[in-house]
């Protein structure tokens, strides 16, 4: 595969190297399998973990390899290329710590990173419910300060990585009549007595990956697992959602090159009036604008990663961007791939179908488009006020 240069340094090219052939030798030959079933990759996972990919963007000091989000998109391109199903669990569980990366206490991080970055737990991230998607300040989870803790009692719905997560970060109302200001978060435990798993969800795409609902019934959380202050949980969401976007980026280029790949092969194999049909301009030319809408959304994810690395106080709206643009290209680029491969693409004998069901969740997904359009907009309009003042 030919790329533009991205200056990735030693530690990002062994990482990315490591999760390709990974994603090549190991996630690829299940893929069309796993979401023929609607399976769990759990043994995948655990293999993961033993190659420490679980490490990557954790804190040195908890076992990872260091905070990069640069590293985790990565990785999350490459097994993305392979099995977007597979990549959405392995990035969830990343989703799910990130509420303790960014407001954990040392003793949360102490507890929970560990067992995380060694992979010998996954997470998950519950902020949606069945009446709050893109609104997300209107969720009714409860958590009622009762003695020592919390009492949470409501459903969250969608929860990728639920059921089969140990760790969960929840976010629930502490202070309903504060709206989003009475939110907080928690960390809540498998096995912890009053919380369940509701419905699995069957899926359109991802289907490798499994899509579940919490239910908490009268479920007592000590005092200890409150993530953040009281009242900062919609906070934390949004700085959460604000450093995984990037990630669903990723997610959407490794999968739209996957979709490329794919058709320049077939393309160039395929015959039809005596010649391969990559020498027909009609096809040329829809690989080529292929080709360079997924290199921009490969520059603009990348750039916006590091961006954060380096350390940016603001980053809402570049983060947006990376997510919306990225996977609008994703959606493009595999309906073209399977309009190449005409019939066979409809097929599910072929890999087409699937990346082109799968890509459609990276418009939906952790805000929908709409909503990465409005946080831009409302992020212009913001600078342009300060220009003003
Ligand atoms: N970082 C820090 N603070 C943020 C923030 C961010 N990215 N986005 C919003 N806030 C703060 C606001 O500054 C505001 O604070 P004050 O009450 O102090 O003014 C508060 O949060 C409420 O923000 P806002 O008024 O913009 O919220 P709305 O109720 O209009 O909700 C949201 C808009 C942000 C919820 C919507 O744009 C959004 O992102 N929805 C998608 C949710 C999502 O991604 N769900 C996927 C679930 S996880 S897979």
């Known amino acids: 595969m030919f790329m533009v240069n991205y200056l990735l340094n030693e530690d990002e090219v062994m990482i990315r190297d490591l999760a390709r052939r990974f994603a090549r030798e190991r996630v690829a030959p299940l893929a069309a399998e796993l979401d ?15 190659s420490d990919l679980f490490a990557v963007s954790m804190p040195e000091e908890y076992g990872g390899t260091g905070e990069s989000l640069f590293q985790l998109c990565l990785v999350v391109e490459e097994l993305s290329w392979a099995c977007p199903g597979v990549a959405t669990s392995y990035a969830a569980s990343w989703l799910g710590s990130a509420p303790i ?50 009492v949470l009692n409501g459903t969250k719905q969608w929860v990728t990585n639920g059921g089969e997560a140990q760790v969960y970060t929840v976010i ?22 009053g919380f369940s798993f509701g419905k699995k969800e069957k899926k359109m795409g991802i289907r490798a990956s499994a899509t579940c609902e919490l239910v908490f019934e009268e479920c007592f959380i000590p005092k ?40 320049v092969e077939y393309a160039a194999t395929r015959k039809q009036f005596g010649q391969p049909i990559i020498s027909f301009q009609a096809i040329g030319h829809m690989l080529a604008d292929m080709a360079t809408q997924i290199e921009a959304a490969r520059a603009l994810v ?53 990346l082109m069901r799968d890509a459609k969740v990276t418009q939906i997904y952790e805000g929908t488009n709409q909503i990465q359009r409005n946080v831009i907009a409302q992020e212009l309009i913001r600078q342009a006020g300060r220009r003003k003042e």
């Open 172 to 193: 629930a109302m502490t202070d309903p009549s504060k709206g989003a200001r009475g939110a907080s978060a928690f960390v809540v435990e498998k096995g912890t007595p």
């Open 101 to 150: 990366l960014i407001a954990g206490t040392p003793e949360q991080k102490r507890r929970f990173l560990p067992r995380l970055a060694a992979g010998e737990a996954i997470a998950a991230f519950a902020l949606t419910e069945a009446d709050a998607g893109s609104d997300a300040g209107s969720i009714k989870t409860r958590a009622e300060r009762r003695g020592e803790g919390y």
């Open 36 to 50: 023929e079933k609607e399976e769990f990759p759990r043994d995948l996972l655990k293999d993961m973990a033993k």
């Open 224 to 263: 200890e697992n409150l993530i953040g202050r009281e009242g900062t949980g919609f906070i934390i969401a949004m700085k959460t959602l604000d450093k995984a976007r990037p990630g669903v980026g990723a997610q959407a280029v490794g999968l739209a090159q996957g979709a490329l790949d794919r058709a």
């Open 302 to 354: 990348y750039s916006v990663a590091r961006m954060i690395d380096a350390g940016a106080k603001e980053y809402s709206k570049e983060s947006a961007m990376a997510k919306m643009f990225a996977s609008d290209v994703a959606m493009r680029v595999t309906t073209d791939a399977l309009q190449i491969f005409g019939g066979y693409g409809y097929m599910r004998d072929y890999p087409m179908e699937k």
